[in-house]
C-alpha cells in the first residue's frame, strides 16, 4: 500500500505548469487502478478502490481521459466492468475523442444495456435522485469497506 502513497496524482487534479517537472506528454498515463483494471485483476481494482475510499471511481486516465468503465469494456473484462457497475460507476463521461463507454464495444447487444443503464441514470439524475436513492446508505457501506480493507493490510 505504499505505492499508493508515492503514486502521482496527476490524473484526478490537472497540475499547474509551474509545478510540472517535465512536459505533459511525458507523465504517465494511468494510475495503479487504471492498471488493475487494464489487466482484468478485479480483486485487485476492488482493493485499490476501497483503500481509497473509491475517490478513483470516475477518474481518467492522464491523456486519453479514458475512465475505469471505458477501460473495462475496451479491454473486454466483463468481470471488472460488472464489479464497476455495482460500485456505481458514472457511464456518462466521454473520454477525449468524445466516445461514450457504449460505444467502446462491438458487441451490439452489450452496448445496448450499457446504453440502457446510462439513460436510467440520466433520468433520475434529472429527477433530482442522482445515481443511488440514499446516498447516505452507500456512504455508509463504502465506509465500512474502507475500514474492512485498512484492517486486512
Known sequence: M????????H??????QRDLTC???LLPNTMAIHSAVIAGDWQMAKLLLECDNMVDLNTPTCHTKETLAHLAVKFGHMEVFVGLHRNAVDFRIPNAK??????MTADRTFSEKIRDVAT?????SRLGRGRRDSPGVFQQ??????EQSRKLV
Do not use: I
Not at 2 to 9: D, E, G, M, S
Not at 11 to 16: A, F, N, Q, S, V
Open 141 to 146: 457501506q463504502l465506509t465500512r469497506l474502507a
Open 11 to 16: 490524473c484526478r487534479k490537472e497540475p499547474r
Open 23 to 25: 512536459p505533459r506528454n
Open 2 to 9: 505504499r505505492a499508493l502513497f508515492n503514486q502521482p496524482l
Open 98 to 103: 468524445g466516445q461514450f463507454v457504449w460505444e
Open 120 to 124: 436510467e441514470m440520466e433520468f433520475t
